[in-house]
């Protein structure tokens, strides 16, 4: 009861910190901030979904500019004889941000490496784990929380090619969509 | 193709680009930056775009000009029968024609440049039939920096490179592929679309 009480009493007081918070440029160059999550990927060619655990490091540059380090971790297919075995990525490049006050609005390109491998039904001599050149486009909406805890939801295109089974290029575009909870610090202080 | 760079040029245009910091404007700048590629022309081929990734360091020699040490790792195909990996290591010298003190958003530059170029060539269904050749290469082309921020830019290039090499193809003999490496010289050229983002890192001097 006492507790419920104190909860009840606390409330308002963290309602109004976090609006005198929201009054202030919360990003701004010397932010690094962190997500981790799991990503969903349409592989556009054959209409399959992969899997990957993902993972990001972002350091704003600037104060509407950052640079951001992915890696996503391909698991599995979620279809059976899906047509990767393969297909982990590894990017680096500039966002581009817009922010109204909490809301952060973003979008850039990534040049990245590709390890990827289709799967043995094409022919498993041929289809070796080969280390690919991809570039990738991506949009994204982060809501700062709190100041270590954001919310966000990204969506990516990647393009690649896996050009060298016998049957010719497996197209490996994949289109990403993805969320979550981050962490962020600021590294830097004006 | 054009779906990755419409939506680059919609965000240029949207951002707002700033003057240049005047401590970065002139020469002596060292900037560090990444970079994807799309080769066309490949074996003389327009359909067999090769894409790379890569990065660069640029170093500000003077106002109107600078300087491109970069590295590329490409991937794409062979005709039928083969796919190749290609490093790109090199340089290229870029000149302003305009006077970057009055081109405050957009700054388009000519270039021209070396390369040496290690290609892998790979059977398509055999991994162990592959071939390796050592080239050399020049390159020159026209490009913009669009200016996003007090030290990022992101650069647009179209470049045509030249190699000077062993001519090197892939035969099916209908017992299998075979990698040929002709005597003498050739040259094999290639039209290169660059996307790059550069960041300011210091002043050297």
């Known amino acids: 009861m006492v507790r419920s009480a104190i909860i009840f009493l606390y409330l308002p007081l963290l309602v109004a910190r976090v609006h005198a918070q929201a009054e202030q440029p919360f990003v701004r160059a010397g932010l690094l901030k962190f997500t981790a999550t799991i990503c969903p ?29 992915e890696t996503f971790w391909f698991l599995d297919g979620q279809q059976r004889n899906a047509p990767l075995q393969q297909n982990s990525q590894l990017s680096f490049g500039p966002q581009f941000h817009h922010m109204n006050g909490r809301l952060d609005l973003s979008a850039g390109f990534a040049p990245g490496l590709s390890l990827s491998r289709p799967n043995a039904t094409m022919d498993a001599a041929a ?14 909406v982060t809501f700062y929380v709190w100041d270590h805890m954001h919310f966000f939801l990204n969506a990516r295109y990647v393009h690649a090619r896996y050009a060298s089974v016998p049957e010719g290029s497996v ?6 969509l993805y969320g979550g909870l981050g962490w962020q610090i600021r590294v830097k202080h004006r | 193709m054009r779906c990755l760079l419409v939506p680059l040029c919609l965000v240029s245009t949207l951002l707002p680009a700033q003057a240049q910091d005047s401590a970065y404007a002139g ?47 490409l991937s794409g195909t062979s005709g039928n029968y083969g796919h190749r990996k290609d490093l790109h290591i090199g340089w290229s010298v870029l000149y302003y024609p305009f006077d970057p003190a009055a081109t405050r958003h957009v700054n388009p530059y000519i270039l021209a440049g070396h390369c040496f170029d290690n290609a892998r060539l ?44 062993t001519d090197l193809h ?4 209908g017992e299998g592929v075979t990698f040929e490496q002709e005597n003498g010289v050739s040259l094999e050229g290639h039209l ?12 050297a001097w």
């Open chain 1, 41 to 69: 990927a349409l592989l556009l060619d054959a209409g399959t979904t992969n899997i990957h655990a993902g993972g990001s490091a972002e350091y704003f540059v600037e104060d509407r500019i950052s640079f951001k380090g």
């Open chain 1, 127 to 140: 289809a070796q784990v080969r280390l690919l050149p991809h570039v990738s486009i991506s949009g994204g």
């Open chain 1, 171 to 176: 197209a490996l575009d994949e289109l990403m």
């Open chain 2, 27 to 73: 020469g002596g700048s060292v900037s560090l930056g990444v970079r994807s590629a799309f080769s066309f022309f490949n074996d003389g081929r327009w359909n067999d775009v090769g894409l790379g990734t890569g990065g660069q360091v640029r170093v500000q020699l003077s106002e109107r000009v600078n300087t491109d040490w970069y590295f590329d790792f």
């Open chain 2, 122 to 165: 790979s059977s398509n269904t055999d991994a162990n039939v592959r071939a390796e050749r050592w080239s050399s290469a020049v390159q020159a082309g026209v490009g913009s920096h669009l200016l996003v921020g007090d030290r990022s830019d992101v650069s647009l290039v179209a470049q045509y490179m030249i190699h000077l090499g």
């Open chain 2, 170 to 173: 892939a035969h099916d003999d």
């Open chain 2, 192 to 203: 290169l679309f660059h996307v790059r983002y550069n960041y300011k890192l210091f002043n």
